[in-house]
């Protein structure tokens, strides 16, 4: 039986693709807007797309806020991409004084735009792995994912193990952080890396 995955469809983020990719990487997916899913998931994704103030009212709007905190406390796995790996931390740049869910500390910052550092980043950018993250287990030194974004997560956030990638200033690209799994790029767009890394959360996290 393959693992089994709970997408969240709160209305901020491209649910079709990323079932589509879970899918392919060998999960089966189910995709919710109904909060009493949570607390029956073996694994949540949470996907994110748009201005962190919309995501975060529409995440919070649906019910989702507090079963996906109760949840991640208790230690289901958790996947977020996009701005759903910003939603994890405190807060961002881009919408002062609205919260996020705070699972991780730190605040979002947006990228300087400067000569040959245009803002949003847009493309391709490498990954330095750093400690033993699940995600990226294995993963080779080359490896390249794709990226479109303006805001960031430091490098300084509480984080052991992810990759980090350089536009301008180092951030991270993914992180894991004990249950919390993260890719600030989009998987399904990042060819067979990304492809890898969601098997990597089939394989490592969902056993």
Not at 42 to 48: I, M, T, Y
Not at 100 to 129: C, I, S, Y
Not at 141 to 160: E, G, M, N
Request: with cysteine.
């Amino acid at each position: 039986m393959s693992a089994a995955v709970l997408l969240l469809d709160y209305g901020a983020g491209n649910v079709r693709s990323a079932a589509k990719a879970l899918e392919r990487a060998g999960m089966t997916v189910t995709v919710s807007a109904d909060p009493a899913d949570v607390p029956h998931a073996d694994a949540l994704v949470v996907p994110g797309q748009g201005h962190f103030r919309q995501v975060m009212e529409a995440f919070d709007s649906s019910g989702f806020h507090g079963p996906v905190m109760d949840a991640a406390q208790a230690g289901t796995p958790l996947l977020g991409i996009c701005v759903g790996m910003q939603m994890l931390l405190s807060d961002s740049e881009e919408a002062p004084g609205v919260p996020g869910l705070g699972l991780v500390p730190g605040t979002v910052r947006k990228f300087d735009a400067a000569p040959g550092h245009k803002v949003p980043q847009m493309g391709w950018n490498g990954l330095e792995l750093r400690g033993d993250p699940p995600l990226l287990r294995g993963l080779g030194a080359d490896a390249y994912a794709y990226f479109v974004h303006s805001y960031y997560v430091p490098a300084d956030i509480p984080v052991d193990d992810g990759a980090l990638s350089h536009y301008g200033v180092p951030f991270w690209a993914a992180f894991s952080r004990g249950n919390l799994h993260a890719t600030q790029f989009h998987p399904e767009k990042s060819g067979a890396v990304g492809l890898g890394i969601l098997e990597r959360f089939r394989r490592y996290v969902l056993q």
